[in-house]
């Protein structure tokens, strides 16, 4: 029988949780820019899971100056993009993704001065998408998010 002390952390970490998904599903959208995109991965060994990226690109630095940087690009996947500064997922990569992993994930990095606070002018926030939002946008772009 669990004590009472891990069922009452148990309430408090769910109602934390369905905190967090009401403010983010809650919050009203907002003007920015994408700051990030990258394509992660999870599978399941011994019983442990996994996690591994694909590709991430984020902003030039400064901000704005250049291209934009890769920063990831894994050596298995290397010959899937074309141009992986801008990374796009295909029917055919994704179908090869699925049969490699267990889990795949677009996340989006999206900056918006309207999600800023006391301490930072912007606010950014990193989600998974859908394949075919991933495709449309590219790291610099100015997108309506929320």
């Not at 009452?8 to 920015?32: H, K, R």
């Not at 011994?46 to 690009?73: A, F, K, M």
Request: net charge negative.
């Amino acid at each position: 029988m669990p004590s009472r002390r891990s069922i009452i952390a148990s309430i408090a970490g769910a109602a934390l949780s369905g905190f967090g998904v009401w403010y983010w599903f809650g919050s009203e959208s907002a003007t920015g820019y994408v700051q990030e995109k990258s394509i992660e991965t999870r599978n399941r060994e011994d019983n442990q899971l996994y996690s591994e990226s694909i590709v991430t690109v984020t902003l030039s630095n400064p901000p704005g100056s250049g291209s934009p940087q890769l920063n990831w690009l894994h050596d298995d996947w290397e010959s899937h993009f074309d141009s992986p500064n801008s990374p796009g997922v295909s029917e055919d990569l994704h179908q090869e993704l699925q049969r490699a992993y267990e889990d795949i994930r677009c996340v989006i990095g999206v900056c918006s001065p309207a999600w800023g606070d006391e301490q930072q002018e912007t606010g950014c926030h990193n989600a998974p998408t859908s394949q075919e939002n991933f495709n449309q946008v590219q790291v610099h772009d100015r997108v309506t998010a929320s």
